[in-house]
């Protein structure tokens, strides 16, 4: 099943043009989106949309909330399942909840559900497998057409994830944005980094410690979230995803000779402000690589992806880092597909 690939997370990496141009073909129909009118209208009537999720899915989240505020200006929060189940924050008059589990049986959200549905409130679940808990308890559910996730690790879903919460903000308010075409030059940008790529290499120079940081401002600092909890859980090197200006106010005290700084930056009203950020560490000895879009690119820069649409950067920035987890734990001789202590589906709160 494995075909050409050594592990199923390389697989499930590679695939991943081809589950967002699968996605494209199951909610197109022609020009219009298949997501339910009922749906639509639903959370047109919201006046706050909760996203809740564990996980790769709540970064996943993250990405979402960006696009729901700024395409639907709806305001929107991310939380974590398990926090948000016993500790409910304050809700607003009308709200409207997603939540985002690849497997549909996560235990925490489950415990949400049941505890939103006894209230009455509507809910979205986006789920990659119909037949799931979450997917058939919700007031509605979208698939996100993966296809089957083996390895433990998150990578084809979280694409898949975001790729379904920006069709869906796009469907609620006459969006300017042509998502259909915006999603298929992703789809291409992710493509042509896969068959050029030479993370391998990378790992080998800059990975040499037993701790990492990802560094990044905005949508790149959602980014380096994801890619810190990646090389965590398959590599078993600590790792930190960390908010680049906000480093200079405590945490740079950990920056010592050689430790490995990754940068994204894809937002190039904001490449600057990382720069100096990296400027910073390295004064103090880090091993830096950076990441970055072509419209942010600088002659130093050692890998560089396609611009894609500014709400959907994530998508193209997160596939270097699944990579760079994968050679990680690679040239550590680690269980890449069964990393220690996980299960894929974690039914327990
Ligand atoms: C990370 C990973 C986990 C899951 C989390 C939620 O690679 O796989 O963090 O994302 O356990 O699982 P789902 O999405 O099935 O609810």
Redesign the pocket.
Known sequence: EKGVYAHYMLKEINEQPAVVRRILTNYYDTETSRIPKSLISAIQQSDRIYIL??????HAGLIGKNLFEKITNIPTEVHIASEFAYQRPLLSKSPFFIL???????AD?RACLVELKTSNYQILTITNVPSSTLAREATFALEIHAGPEIA????K?YIAQIAILALLANSITESSIDMKKELSIVANAIENFLANESILTHVRNKLTKPNCFYIGRGLDYYTGLEAS??LK?ISYIQTEGFAAGELKHGTIALIEEGTPVIALISDPKINHNTRSNLNEVSARGANTLHIVTSNCEEPEDEIILDTVHPLLTPMIMVVPTQLISYYAALERSHDIDKPRN?A???TVE
């Open positions: 999720a564990a996980g790769t899915s709540m985002v589990s690849q497997s549909g049986e996560t959200l433990v690790a998150s990578t879903a909890l990646k859980e996980l894929k589906s974690v």
